[in-house]
């Protein structure tokens, strides 16, 4: 089975439709599928529900898809830094769900692993709670959330193999496994691909089961809050 494509736009062929869920790997703008994204928007698909930590910023990560109306709703934990998202929320144009990043994981995770459902304490007397099933354990409440099944999941690691066994860079590993758990399909950006077997099975984080599409490339790496330190004195 063939897993490697020349580019984002070729490995996304065949895949995109209006009104799609994806689930896109990424905290802030580290370990964001930035190719994969703007081919996306390249594409021109509309309507679209992303499962995502937050949208990026202004003109980088899912943010550049606000920017072309392309998004219709965001299951996020977090607005963050982006003003267009906010202000597409605000007035009305955007929907939003919000989850406790924990239970955003939580349901991507259980999706992966076919779980329609779980029960957790997170958000119980909060507006996160209003409309989902209560159930009470051992004398404590609980609330429903759903599995995240998306059609497809994005996402971006450090290194794979042409199987799709991928490992991911330090703190950019964040949301990725997760997110590319719960796709019906995976496609996965990386910065190298190396020869089959070159990977040590202990250090792979996400099988190549759940992968199935990749390609390499050129990643910006744009850092969203750059902060530094005064120079000392000489």
Known sequence: MKKVYANAAEALDGLLHDGMLIAAGG???CGIPELLLQAIKDAGTKDLTFASNNAGVDDFGIGILLQSKQVKKMISS?????????RQYLSG??????NPQGTLAERMR?????????????????VIAEGKEHKDFNGETYILEEGIFADLSIVKAWKADDTGNLIFRKTARNFNPPAAMC??????????????????PD???????????????????RIEQRTTRKREEA
């Open 110 to 126: 259980a999706g992966g692993c076919g779980i329609p459902g779980f029960y957790t304490k997170t958000g119980v007397g909060t």
């Open 27 to 29: 905290f802030g703008l």
């Open 93 to 98: 144009e955007l929907e939003l769900e919000f």
């Open 203 to 221: 250090q792979i984080h996400l099988p190549g089961i759940y992968v199935h599409r990749i390609i390499q490339g050129e990643h910006e790496k």
């Open 78 to 86: 977090y607005v963050g830094e982006n003003a267009e998202f906010m």
């Open 183 to 200: 796709g019906k399909i995976c496609v996965a950006e990386v910065e190298e691909i190396v020869p089959r077997g070159e990977l040590d």
